[in-house]
């Protein structure tokens, strides 16, 4: 999915950095992503204290995919679009840019694998 979601976006053409507004549009897309937070709690597991889950494994595959492809998309647009945001536009300010990129998504990685323990344990009620 988030393969597909990285090539989806691969054309330049189509997603144009200079369109006015873009910067904001990029925020909302990526806030909208709250939004599979339940829908990943309504996934079926045996483990589950929720009881309203979806008990299929389709669901849980879509939304999975959805998020996967969703994530490519955002990265893919926000990588190719935050250095023309860089003001004076040098090349040196753009790396720096990027590897701020770079590190930040990384950190959020790190974090996010961390913090998954004690969510699964919260939602769980097991480790």
């Known amino acids: 999915g988030d393969f597909i979601g990285r090539f989806a976006v691969s054309?330049?053409?189509?997603?144009?950095?200079?369109?006015?507004?873009?910067?904001?549009?990029?925020?909302?897309q990526s806030a909208a992503r709250w939004i599979f937070v339940p829908l990943f709690?309504?996934?079926?597991?045996k483990e589950s204290q929720i009881p309203l889950s979806v008990h299929s494994d389709l669901f849980s595959w879509v939304v999975q995919f959805l998020f996967a492809y969703t994530n490519g998309m955002i990265t893919s647009l926000c990588f190719t679009h935050a250095p023309s945001l860089v003001v004076p536009p040098t090349e040196h300010l753009q790396?720096?840019?990027?590897?701020?990129?770079?590190?930040?998504?990384?950190?959020?990685?790190?974090?996010?694998?961390?913090?998954s323990f004690p969510l699964l344990w919260v939602f769980t009620g097991s480790w």
């Open 11 to 28: 054309d330049s053409s189509s997603t144009s950095s200079h369109v006015q507004g873009y910067d904001q549009r990029l925020f909302w």
């Open 41 to 45: 709690l309504l996934c079926y597991s």
């Open 95 to 115: 790396q720096m840019s990027s590897a701020i990129l770079n590190f930040s998504l990384c950190s959020g990685l790190l974090v996010g694998s961390f913090l």
